[in-house]
């Protein structure tokens, strides 16, 4: 197959010459001796493992990581430009060209609800997995939500106060870029600033911003200011926290994989390198320690077996894909595929669930906005380079300034017939984000954009991973059914009416000139939603945890796969229901949490 190559993955070959010693893709340069522990896939989940089980000089891991280096990848470094990486992964390309591009962007095919349109599905292929891609909120979620995973796991440790030393541990608060002063802007009392991933609030004033705070106040009933939506309670609206430290993206590659930890010398980072299976061990103990991977698509087969353990941390679309390649899933189906089964698991790649989002934007009055940058190659460039020499200006932060969490009226007709699904009463129901700019590709050639996009936080569709053929090497079928469920689509709809009434505060008259929709009733709301409805790019659950009791799900609560041994799950897969959040900060606490519960198991030294 033909492929042009996109601009991201030139520069990404060309990143790979500054890769250090201990960043290898030639097997010769690891140690002959055993790993302890083998890590397949360096995102969040997997980066975190890593860290951690090596802070004991006597543990060795070696973590593998199908993408490159992230080193001198501008494209990643810089947060304004993540939207332009985006733009290179969808908009500029055909269907055919994102198919060739491995792991960036997998295609879903959407119901006949949704037009029978192909929706991208983003994916980072890279050191720091996709959030060196990702538009870096910081959103914890709800305390209610960690409570029902404790409830349905019955294991306490989920709970989000127990959780709260693993949650400190993952955060590095600081400074703005700009160094404004940020009182009233979030809770310090709910922060670490000793931890790892920085995080920081936006250092580039908007155009929106003063308007937004204002309608805070206007319709504070409805809209009322949240000082800080990570405290637990994250009802209200916010200033966004992002995970940027001076202007530049931390990512798991920048923070947990940073140049002093890859000196520890039990750490070995294997890149360029796709596990496609994990093997099994030794029958006579269930165990999976081996991993078989390839270098070549195929052509050359390695193994590696692991003398403690295997964690997989491939995202929630690789994960389940490596488990049923490795004959863990459902007999039946992978039966007819003509796959062995080891291990009969009928849950792996089910439950997948995703937040459905339809960006909407506003017709402003003003030419401040990332819409005037993206459209003019010469002021992007100046812009740039205002980034690459100060660490400054508007490419500081993603094209993101405040986040909403909001439930529905108690008496909304939607109840009637459903129960409520998110986690409790202060738990959101679905999610605004403002943009000062127009977020999807291309960009308007005229116009600049209030970006308000709206998308349920705690949706009910379910879908599935599933595999198309028995070649591990070839793609598996995405099925979100996006915004099939009633509650889906009367949430959606209901925010998109809300957000007018935001837009109706009289701090908007006269900036705004045009709304995005004049669709009014809900069948007219409905060809809105069909045609601009997409993937928030937060998949989880497809290796969900459940009680030890239970008849369903992949992993127990301590993410070990169910029936097996030496194999243990830990990225957004493992979530047993969705978080009223952006996914990597869960994918963070869980992961730091899963680091203690290796180590106590293995005894091994804090
Ligand atoms: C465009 C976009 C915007 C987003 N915005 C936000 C945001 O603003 N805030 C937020 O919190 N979250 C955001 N997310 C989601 C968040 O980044 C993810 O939920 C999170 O990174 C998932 O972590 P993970 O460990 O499950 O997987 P990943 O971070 O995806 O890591 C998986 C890693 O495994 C590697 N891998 C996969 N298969 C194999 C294999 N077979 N062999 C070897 N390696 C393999 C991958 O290359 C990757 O490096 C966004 C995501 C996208 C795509
Ligand atoms: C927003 O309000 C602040 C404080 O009142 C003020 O200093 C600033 O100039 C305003 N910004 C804009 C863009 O109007
Ligand atoms: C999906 O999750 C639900 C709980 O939300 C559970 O009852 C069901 O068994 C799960 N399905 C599978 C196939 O695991
Ligand atoms: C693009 O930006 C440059 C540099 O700021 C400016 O001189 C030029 O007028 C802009 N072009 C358009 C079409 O606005
Ligand atoms: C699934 O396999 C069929 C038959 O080989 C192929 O035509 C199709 O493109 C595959 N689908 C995906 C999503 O790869
Ligand atoms: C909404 O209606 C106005 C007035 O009829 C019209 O000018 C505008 O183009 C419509 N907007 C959209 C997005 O259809």
Redesign the pocket.
Known sequence: MFIRLSPFLILLSVATSYVAAVVTDKLGDLPKRPFDFVVVGAGAGGSVIANRLTEDPEISVLLIEAGGSNEGVLDSACPGLSKVIERKRSGELSPEQRLGLEFYMYLCHSSSALNDRILPVARGFILGGTTSINQMAYTRGSSEDYDRWARITEDEGWKWDNLQPFIRRNEHFTTPADHHNTAGQFDPRVHNFDGMVSVSLAGFPGVIDNRTIATTRELKDEFPFNLDMNSGFQLGIGWVQGMIGEGTRSSAATSYLASKFLKRKNLHVLINTRVLRVLETDSRESSFRTVEFTQDAGKTMHTITASKEVVLSGGSIMTPHILMHSGIGDTAELKALGIKTVHHL??VG??LTEQPIVRNHWLIDSTQTLDTIARNATLLAEVTKEWEAHKMGPLVDPPLSFIGWLRLPKDAAIFKKVPDPAAGPKTSHYELIFANGALVHPAAATGNFFGVSTSVSSPTS?GSITLNSSNPLAYPLINFNLLSSDFDRFTIREAIRITRKFMAARTWDGFVLAPPTNATTDDELDVYINQNAATENHPVGTA?MSSKRA???VLDPDLTVKGLTGLRVVDASIF??YPAAHTSVPVYIVAERAADLIKEKWRVRY
Request: glycine share 10%; no cysteine; aromatic share 10%.
């Open positions: 009928p849950s089910k439950n379910r969900a008849d369903y799900g047993p229901r």
